[in-house]
Structure formats: structure tokens, C-alpha cells
């Protein structure tokens, strides 16, 4: 769980810990730059995380009946694929950044990728003393290897059947609170099984349904004391709201079903980098920037889904595999009532 959240930390933030002492000459070259950047690097890994939080909405194409319940504890994992590693940097679209060697367009890490080997930029600013100034620095490097090639999510989950085809959904992770972290998700769900209201439903050999669900992520990481960069009040803010809209089919036996169906997802992941930075030109002077950007990420997909649920009295276990911008998987283990 740890994992999973430092990931979504890291994937909202652009003060990674390996690149904070980066933050400082990056600013200095001019917000516009950092923001650009941050916006390439960040893409990837918030939009992943949005396909992983949007796993196993449900797990059967039937409604519950009037009463039923089902309590799931569920992880998923969004897949990271090469071209998620990297994007394409052109200096020509940056004001103050150039590369110290090489074209000036190449391919450099995004959060969840490696530079391997390392790359090196020239940033250029103005000391009002000393006149335009040079620094090379490192670019950030993502998690790389550390990944595992996944984006990890989880949550606890509940459902319950109000009857005639009906059955709403409710999934929640506690607030968390530490002394640097607060981070928060939730989200609800509405299952309609349109066989339930044709004639002789139980002659059907499926049942078939769709599915509207909400789910927001929000976070706050203080980085006062581990920024590297001094100034008051520093710290990241994420917003992330997703919606999923699911048409599923399932079979309808009384141990182990197979399900399916065709859904879309679109979302949205507004990070804000808040706070004073006083950020050093050159060696006598300093200039404090208040609340330097925000970035966000959007997805907008399709997305296949193939499962199966094994229902052992009480106990159940259902595990399931998305094809979509981020393919991903999960895996649940529910304890449910009818």
C-alpha cells in the first residue's frame, strides 16, 4: 500500500527526490520551462493511474437482488509500456534550455522511465548583477526499473442490490494523514441489469448491464522540509477525477462465471505546485516565487475488459484484464450475501 501511494505521489509530483535539487535551476531558467516540462514528464503516470483506479467496478453482469451484498478488498495494476517511459523533448519549444550534447530534440524520461545513460541540459538566466549565466544540470530521472513495469492502485469496496435489476456501488480508501502526506479516494457506482426487465429473464443463459461510476483522488504532500529549495509553505496538490461508462455481459452459473464487456473512460489530474520558492541567480541574489504552476493530464479511451468469478458460499474471487490506452489487470476477494 506504501507503494502504491508513493507512486501516485510521485506521479503528481515534479519534485521527485531525485530531482529536487534540479527544481531550483529549472525555475531559474523561467516557470514557462518548468511548467513545460512537468507537463510531458508528469503525462504518462497520471494517466496510468487513472486507468488503474477504474478496475473492477464489477465483477458479474447480474444484479444483486433486493439485499444482496458484496464487500470487496481489490488491487489493480496499470501495465507501463516503453512508449510510456520516454517523450520527445525539443529545446526549440523551451526558452532557457538547451542540450549539452546532441540534436536538439531527443528522447528523455518521463516519471516512469530512466535515462540511462544520463542526459544533461544547459540552462541559461539572468543574474542582474553578473549578466546571462549558465548551469548544466541533470534531467530528472523517473522510477525506471523500481516500477516493475506497473501502477499500482487498491481500494475497498461495497454493493448492494436494491432490486428489480438495480445495484449501486460505493469504494473508499480512509484519509491518511502523516506528517508529510494526506491522500484520500472515493468513488460510487450505478449497475443497471437491463435482462432483469425483459420477459422469462430467468430463461436468459447471460445477464447483460451497464455501469456508471465516479471516482476522485486527491493528495497533498508537504515539501517544506524536502524540497532542497528554500521558502515557506511548500507543497504539491492533486485533484483527480475519473468517470467510466461499461457495457457488461456475464454468464449466470452458480459457482464460476466469465464476464466482459466494452466501456469508456475519460478523466482528468490537476496538479499544483504551491508555496514560496526562493530561487538562487547566481551567488548574491535570490527572487521568491509564489505558487509557480499547475499541470494536468487528461484521458479520454476505450476500453475491453474479459474476467472471470469463482463464488464459493460466502467467499468469492474474481480476477479480470483491461485492453485499453494502459492495459491493466486487477484481482478481488469479495465476501457477499446472495
Known amino acids: 500500500m506504501r507503494y502504491s501511494f508513493l507512486i501516485l505521489v510521485f506521479c503528481t509530483s515534479f519534485l521527485a527526490s531525485n530531482a ?12 514557462d520551462d518548468a511548467q513545460r516540462f512537468a507537463n510531458d514528464y508528469l503525462a504518462p503516470g497520471t494517466n496510468g493511474i487513472m486507468h488503474s483506479m477504474n478496475s473492477n467496478w464489477f465483477n458479474s453482469a447480474k444484479a444483486k437482488p433486493f439485499g444482496g451484498f458484496e464487500i470487496s478488498i481489490i488491487a489493480n495494476a496499470a501495465l507501463v509500456s516503453d512508449e510510456d517511459k520516454m517523450f520527445s523533448m525539443n529545446t526549440a ?6 542540450f549539452v ?8 524520461a518521463t516519471v516512469l522511465g530512466e535515462n540511462d545513460p544520463s542526459i544533461f541540459v544547459e540552462v541559461v538566466y539572468d543574474d542582474p548583477i553578473f549578466g546571462s549565466q549558465t548551469a548544466e544540470i ?16 487498491a481500494t475497498l469496496q461495497g454493493a448492494v442490490g436494491l432490486g428489480n435489476g438495480i445495484e449501486v456501488k460505493a ?43 465516479y471516482s476522485h483522488l ?11 529549495i528554500d521558502g515557506e509553505n511548500q507543497r504539491l496538490e492533486n485533484n483527480t477525477n475519473t468517470w467510466l461508462f461499461q457495457l457488461a455481459v456475464s454468464t449466470k452459473l452458480p459457482v464460476f462465471n466469465l464476464y466482459g464487456g466494452l466501456g469508456y473512460i475519460t478523466g482528468k489530474a490537476e496538479s499544483d505546485l504551491l508555496g514560496d520558492y526562493r530561487v538562487t541567480d ?13 499541470v494536468s493530464s487528461n484521458v479520454s479511451s476505450m476500453r475491453g475488459t474479459v474476467g472471470f468469478k469463482l463464488k464459493l458460499g460466502f467467499f468469492r474471487l474474481n ?17 457477499g450475501f446472495r
Not at 550534447?101 to 528523455?108: D, K, T, Y
Not at 486527491?218 to 532542497?228: A, K, N, V
Not at 547566481?282 to 499547475?294: A, E, K, M, Y
Not at 485492453?323 to 478481488?332: H, N, P, R, T, Y
Open 20 to 31: 529536487q535539487n534540479d527544481i531550483d535551476v529549472l525555475l531559474s531558467a523561467g516557470v
Open 93 to 98: 519549444d523551451y526558452n532557457n534550455i538547451q
Open 101 to 108: 550534447s546532441g540534436p536538439s530534440e531527443q528522447n528523455v
Open 138 to 153: 541533470e534531467l530528472p530521472q523517473g522510477i525506471g526499473e523500481d516500477s516493475y513495469n506497473l501502477i499500482p492502485s
Open 171 to 213: 469504494r473508499y480508501i480512509p484519509q491518511i494523514d502523516t506528517d508529510e502526506v494526506t491522500f484520500n479516494m472515493y468513488g460510487a457506482g450505478l449497475q443497471l441489469e437491463f435482462t432483469e426487465w425483459l420477459p422469462a429473464d430467468k430463461l436468459w443463459p447471460v445477464a447483460l448491464s451497464g455501469i456508471v461510476a
Open 218 to 228: 486527491d493528495s497533498s504532500y508537504d515539501l517544506t522540509e524536502s524540497s532542497g
Open 282 to 294: 547566481g551567488i548574491l541574489t535570490s527572487n521568491t516565487i509564489t505558487d509557480p504552476f499547475s
Open 319 to 335: 480476477g479480470e484484464y483491461h485492453i485499453s490506452e494502459f492495459d491493466a489487470f486487477s484481482l478481488g476477494v469479495n465476501f
